[in-house]
């Protein structure tokens, strides 16, 4: 079986809770169960060095990374209007793939699960900067 993560929670220049979720998850199914292949998908345009260094102590024997070459945000606003398929970018790899922030992107390969970590974007809108509420608001609706 092969079994992709979004690394975007873990990429970024401060780690979230989402992001220690996922570390923390990610770590725990990568001991429990060796004999799977997993790869941690990500979009980077500037400074993927950076993001490989970043990953490093996230990545096991059996964990690949798999930098896509597009602007992350970029990415994520496009989608809300023009469908780009994610698999475009990261193939068909995957049997299954994980989001943990929210939005899954259309035309995934394989099957896919997202967590909703909290309902902060219902219960507490204002303490959200306006350009995540609003991509949130569209990812959870689909």
């Not at 979720?21 to 990568?30: G, R, V």
């Not at 793939?97 to 909290?118: E, L, M, Q, S």
Request: glycine share 4%; charged share 20%; proline share 8%.
């Amino acid at each position: 079986m092969n079994i992709a993560f979004d690394a975007s929670p873990l990429i970024g220049d401060n780690i979230s809770g989402v992001g220690w979720c996922e570390a923390n998850l990610t770590d725990a199914l990568m001991r429990l169960h060796p004999e799977i292949n997993y790869r941690f998908e990500y979009f980077t345009l500037r400074s993927p060095e950076e993001k490989v260094r970043r990953m490093q102590p996230f990545v096991r024997e059996n964990t690949a990374l798999h930098p896509a070459r597009f602007s992350p945000i970029i990415y994520r606003m496009m989608t809300n209007f023009v469908p780009l398929p994610y698999c475009a970018f990261h193939g068909t790899w995957a049997d299954l793939t994980h989001f943990f922030n929210y939005i899954v992107p259309p035309f995934v390969h394989g099957k896919t699960i997202a967590t909703v970590h909290d309902m902060v974007l219902h219960a507490y809108p204002e303490t959200m900067q306006k350009r995540t509420r609003i991509l949130l608001q569209l990812g959870l609706k689909r």
